[in-house]
């Protein structure tokens, strides 16, 4: 990323104000930070500009921990509580100093300092300059040292509660990836709709080389693909690559008992990219969508404008949804803690509380119920979260065995017939094998494949 000009003294450059923003707002509210930095006015930067936003927003989240770390020692008073605009200024000005090599120190000051005037804190601007003076004059002094990130300044990125229960459910090698993975960029993935596409995303400039799993995938390397006609129309979308392969997981659940699936239920519906993989492989069904935000569903209405009258949408909680026996197949993608998205979703793990997953438990054992009651008898239920945590994967899937007649389907069997239709490379179906748990659902841990962290099984009404 190449250094910006020296702006005049005043100056706060787009990306730097944009970036404060975004984070000011995760700060004070319940948005997401992968929402916010596709905003219109983050839509409105130049390329550069929008890459050294992105950059500042993800980075000062991913390192939020360890910045304050750094910070609050060299306050005059470390334990005084800090306007949120001071703060945000702070972590910003201290993340480009520790981990952006290629920022000029007078810039990362400078307008961090600036950002905390233009925010009404002219009183605080004297500290902050001060704050980040010592703090440069500490990296300068470890000119010529060894400064790698160390597996331990990954874990020490999270809270040490998470990373404890990681240990615990398995083990600290995989714990230890596990905050790798949330200290890194996520790849752009997306799904094409043919080769034509990818050779037209290649007269524009983007750059894609192939997906670890499925044919349909490629992973971005180079040039804006959010720019081309391609993704205007939809004919390339972006989409993590283990949210598609739980896309392909269901789609081929709903056939593999033997009966083309027919009718379809998508409980959990929004943004859609799972709904559009359903009804890609299941051309003649009918689906309904539900999503229980009145904004959500308008969106994923006009994400799937293409599927015309296919598609029924319905303002519905997917917890209270009462419709018994009509539908061959459900897919309960269930709102959860995100656990293992914290490379894509950082702010997360400085929200999250540990009695937090008990209660996402309870809604998604009400969601869980919901869909065994409303698939046929041999109808199937496909239950998937971005969840780590095993009070929201293998407690809820027990819990809705427990509840109903029902079994589990081991995901082996859809492994088997993605791998036979050409629906996931060749190498991909032997190592999918290995992360099959003992109860036959699939754990995609985060990094495994370059995905996010992703949980999915498979149970049958059996009566």
Known sequence: MPPPKRRKSGAISPARRAAFDVLLAVERGPGHSDELLRGSAMDALAQADRNLATALVLGVLRWQISLDERIRPLLKRPGARLDAEVLIALRMGAFQLLY???IPAHA???ESVELAKRAGHRFAAGMVNAVLRSLARGVAAR???DLRVLEEDFAAAHPAWMVQRWERSFGAEAACAICR???QAPRIAVRLKDAQTEEELAAAGVRLEPGALLLSARIVTAGDVTATAAFREGRVRIQDEGSQLIGEIAACAGGASGRRAEQILDLCAAPGGKTLVLAERNPEARIVACEASPARLAALRERLATLESRVEYRLADAASFDESGKFDL??????????GTLGRNPEIRHRLREQDFSR?????RSILRAALRAVREGGRVVYSTCSLEPEENEQVVHAGLA???ARIIPVHECIEMLERTGVLLASAAERLRSCITPQGALRLMPGTFGTDGFYVGII???A
Do not use: K, Y
Request: charged content about 35%; overall charge negative.
């Open 100 to 102: 952006l090599d290629r």
């Open 460 to 462: 049958e009404r059996t």
């Open 360 to 364: 996402q438990a309870e809604r998604q």
């Open 403 to 405: 509840e109903n007649a």
């Open 143 to 145: 000119d010529g040292e």
């Open 181 to 183: 993975h949330g200290q």
């Open 108 to 110: 990362a000051i400078d």
């Open 330 to 339: 459900a897919l309960a993608d269930v709102p959860c803690s995100g656990t």
